[in-house]
């Protein structure tokens, strides 16, 4: 069973950055492709980002690429969402999952961190 713990989160001005971090516990780090999705209210749950086991493969939804940056170090357990020029259409909770394999549909993610709440103001 993987633990997944968010932090990060705050409010931010738009233009401004914010890295998110989420630690792993209870499993092989290495043996999962960790994900970033995220829930604004009234919104279902949408994918951000994922990256594969090795970091040898990123993807990103079209409305952050260019802005976000998915990164993950093995050693520590911990993968990370660095965003910048965030945008106040990029408030909501932000949440990390892993899965064992290449998906990037929220119901194809096995465990889920809590979340953290990002928001941008205008």
């Known amino acids: 069973q993987v633990q997944l713990v968010e932090s990060g989160g705050g409010l931010v001005q738009a233009g401004g950055s914010l890295r998110l971090s989420c630690a792993a516990s209870?499993?092989?780090?290495?043996?999962?492709?960790m994900g970033w999705f995220r829930q604004a209210p009234g919104k279902e749950r949408e994918f951000v980002s994922t990256i594969a086991w090795s970091s040898d493969m990123t993807m990103y939804a079209d409305s952050v690429k260019g802005r976000f940056s998915i990164s993950r170090d093995n050693a520590k357990s911990t993968v990370y969402l660095q965003m910048n020029s965030l945008k106040p259409e990029d408030t909501a909770v932000y949440y990390c999952?892993?899965?064992?394999?290449?998906?990037?549909?929220?119901?194809?993610?096995?465990?889920w961190g809590q979340g953290t709440q990002v928001t941008v103001s205008s």
């Open positions: 999952a892993a899965t064992s394999s290449w998906y990037f549909k929220p119901n194809d993610y096995n465990y």
């Open positions: 209870g499993g092989t780090f290495s043996n999962y492709v």
